[in-house]
């Protein structure tokens, strides 16, 4: 999203929302009053116009089209109110868009105290720069807030959180207790997690007593959050308790519980839940079967991996880097059992996906290792995610040794690796070159003056 053309400099044309306001010197005689109240009906209705187009491009992830509207009412002169800084805001929450965001602020700083102290809008940055991972700016932020509400200790003590500072996480909840601000079921999860990462378990049962007490366990995300703080603090008796005393248990209920097992080497115990899971009809996630499979790998059971394999199949699940690598570890504790090669060309894509190339070339070299070797998807699957996580020269590297293996490119390797050459600004190798005269056409052409 840093692409998105928001100039940096602040429109000295882009000015605050102001109620209209009638000059004292100036007359308005009865015949004048019917075009103003047309004229202020006229400006209400367009402006409702853009803050809802504004809004639905938000939400619809369109934020290039939203702040594009915004410019357009600049360029009208439509007032600009503080909703629908706080809409495209939530856009850049929702987008991760940094830099988009920042023009805003900017804007918005520039536009004076109306926009600056709006009590919503500070809020929404304080959440904004926390979503995005940029703590000096968010604490700061926080900190310079006349109020301190729940959404704004909930975006700061998250951030606290996936950045690993869990201590800091636990003083600011301390903090907001004390300043008379209430827990609620976005935040419970948050505070549990950090207990979690701490083995706190004193802290996380004081949590756990706050919660009941404000009912807030009824919720089924904070019970499973508390069945996962019980399992990692290794105290399964509790989780159980707390599993059992939720009502209406979706799939992250199951999979703390399964977890919970899994971790403290309650392998049989894990296994058990899953099909009493499957047993009330809940489909079970990428979560789930990796949870599974790693139970049955750890007693040996080679037939329920089997099944988890077939159901994660089955059940269109994905083949992330994590269920993957689950699957391909499952086959590997068990001897005589490999995976085949569209298991290791799941994996290594998923990895590529989420730009862990280090890992994906590890599973590559994992695969030529065993009994199994790459086939021409992947190479090509290599070749392409190498030149597009910025290793091109690996992926002109990866596609020469493809050759010397005695595989043949097709067209969509040859793209991949044309693409190397592009992005790498290089010229094209002798093997390219070859595999490009053995008379193999093209979808798409690059221009060669840039190669």
């Not at 998250?158 to 008379?180: F, T, Y």
């Not at 099909?275 to 059971?301: H, K, Q, W």
């Not at 020469?400 to 067209?411: A, D, F, H, L, S």
């Amino acid at each position: 999203m840093a692409s998105l053309a928001v100039t940096t400099t602040p429109n000295s044309q882009f000015s605050p929302f102001k109620p209209f306001k009638a000059n004292n010197s100036q007359k308005i005689v009865p015949a004048q009053l019917p075009k103003l109240q047309d004229d202020a009906m006229g400006n209400q209705f367009s402006y409702q116009s853009y803050f809802h187009r504004i809004s639905s491009h938000c939400k619809e992830g369109q934020l290039q089209r939203a702040v594009n509207l915004l410019a357009e009412m600049e360029l009208n002169n439509l007032p600009v109110g503080p909703e629908v800084y706080i809409e495209l805001l939530q856009g850049c929450v929702d987008e991760r868009a940094l830099f988009v965001g920042q023009q805003l602020h900017s804007r918005i700083v520039k536009n004076g105290d109306f926009f600056a102290r709006n009590e919503n809008i500070e809020t929404k940055l304080v959440i904004f720069y926390s979503n995005c991972g940029v703590l000096e700016v968010g604490s700061r932020l926080f900190r310079s807030l006349r109020v301190q509400n729940v959404f704004s200790w909930a975006a700061i003590i998250g951030l606290h959180c996936r950045i690993g500072d869990c201590e800091e996480a636990l003083l600011g909840l301390l903090e907001m207790h004390e300043s008379g601000v209430l827990l609620d079921n976005f935040l419970a999860p948050n505070a549990l997690k950090a207990c979690s990462a701490l083995r706190w378990i004193g802290f996380g049962k004081g949590v756990h007593a706050y919660v009941v007490k404000l009912g807030l366990d009824r919720c089924v995300f904070v019970a499973s959050s508390l069945v996962d703080m019980y399992g990692k603090c290794g105290v399964m008796e509790d989780a159980r308790k707390v599993f059992a005393s939720i009502l209406e248990r979706n799939v992250f209920a199951w999979n703390s519980l399964i977890m919970g097992y899994v971790q403290n080497g309650m392998n049989e115990e894990a296994i058990e839940v899953f099909y009493d899971m499957r047993a009330e009809g809940v489909e079970p996630s990428r979560v789930t079967v990796s949870s599974f499979l790693s139970a049955s790998a750890n007693i040996g059971g080679l037939q329920e991996g089997k099944q988890g394999h077939a159901i994660a199949i089955l059940g269109g699940l994905e083949l992330d880097n994590i269920l993957g690598s689950s699957i391909i570890n499952f086959y590997f504790q068990l001897e005589g059992v490999p995976p085949d090669v569209k298991s290791w060309n799941s994996v290594i894509l998923g990895f590529l996906r989420n730009g862990q190339v280090n890992e994906a070339k590890d599973v590559f070299l994992q695969m030529r290792s065993s009994s199994l070797q790459p086939n021409l998807i992947t190479w090509t699957t290599l070749i392409s995610g190498l030149a597009h996580n910025d290793s091109s020269d690996e992926a002109l590297l990866v596609f020469k040794q493809m050759q010397e293996t005695g595989i043949k490119p097709n067209n969509a390797t040859l793209v991949s690796a044309l693409s190397a050459c592009v992005i790498w600004q290089n010229y094209i190798t002798e093997e390219l070159f070859m595999a490009m005269s053995q008379g193999i056409t093209f979808c798409c052409l690059y221009p060669l003056q840039h190669l």
